[in-house]
């Protein structure tokens, strides 16, 4: 069965930080690693991630993959209020299509 | 960029009773939709893939009979929730695949239902 694991659970962290989300993945049939933020209601996709060691940048976000140690990084500098949301990791499988998420990561920004 | 819609986005139902929830997507043909459940500061849960014009694929431990999909068009997926319980009481969001994307879906603002 495909995992997907995240870390940490949760995070608190003051304006101006940096911060950087775990993802680690065990899946058969790899095809890509999904990033989304989800606010209130609807997640958000940030980044999608299929080869490894290639940085993707968004503004102040940033993800890179290690397909060797299975693993993939979120990061986010400078952080302000607005970035406050649950971060998802999420695999995509190479048959069916479907998304398999973490548990998911809980980002509070204090001002 | 492509908008999923849901409805309604809030509903409340008594116990036993039956709620529909409509997935559509508005700018987009989807032949594959998706249903996820969402308990509060829980990450999503894919209850079942849904394919237009052939049944819905449902998730281990998801009852097919109590969770019925219907994807009619390619823009319109359906999720009934049969004989509610309170234990049904969730957010449920719906996804679409766009055939542009390379994989990733766009999401629904969801549906929180509540069962009384």
Redesign the interface.
């Known amino acids: 069965e495909d995992k997907v694991v995240q870390s940490p659970l949760s995070l608190v962290v003051h304006e101006g930080d940096t911060v950087t989300l775990n993802c680690s993945y065990e899946v058969t049939n790899f095809?890509?690693l999904?990033w989304?933020k989800q606010e209130k209601?609807?997640?958000?996709?940030l980044f999608?991630l299929t080869s490894s060691g290639i940085e993707k940048k968004s503004g102040r976000l940033s993800s890179i993959l290690d397909k060797k140690e299975l693993f993939s990084i979120l990061n986010i500098t400078a952080t302000q209020t607005g970035d406050s949301a649950?971060y998802?990791c999420a695999h995509?499988g190479r048959y069916?299509?479907?998304?398999?998420?973490?548990?998911?990561t809980?980002l509070r920004v204090k001002s | 960029g492509a908008v999923?819609s849901q409805h309604p986005s809030r509903v409340i139902c008594k116990s036993g009773t039956s709620v529909k929830i409509e997935c559509r997507s508005l700018d987009f043909q989807a032949t594959?939709m998706?249903w996820y459940r969402q308990f509060p500061?829980?990450?999503?849960?894919?209850m079942a893939?849904s394919n237009e014009g052939s049944k819905a694929?449902y998730e281990q431990g998801v009852e097919k009979d109590k969770f019925l999909i219907n994807h009619a068009s390619l823009t319109l997926s359906t999720l009934t929730v049969t004989s509610a319980h309170p234990e049904d009481s969730s957010f449920y969001?719906c996804?679409a695949?766009a055939p542009w994307?390379?994989?990733?879906?766009?999401?629904?603002?969801?549906t929180r239902l509540t069962v009384t």
Not at chain 1, 41 to 45: C, H, L, S, V
Not at chain 1, 96 to 104: E, I, M, Q
């Open positions: 095809r890509s999904l989304y209601k609807a997640p958000t996709f999608m649950i998802l995509l069916g299509n479907k998304l398999v998420f973490g548990a998911g809980i | 999923v594959t998706f500061k829980q990450s999503l849960m894919l893939t694929t969001i996804s695949r994307t390379g994989g990733h879906s766009y999401f629904g603002p969801g």
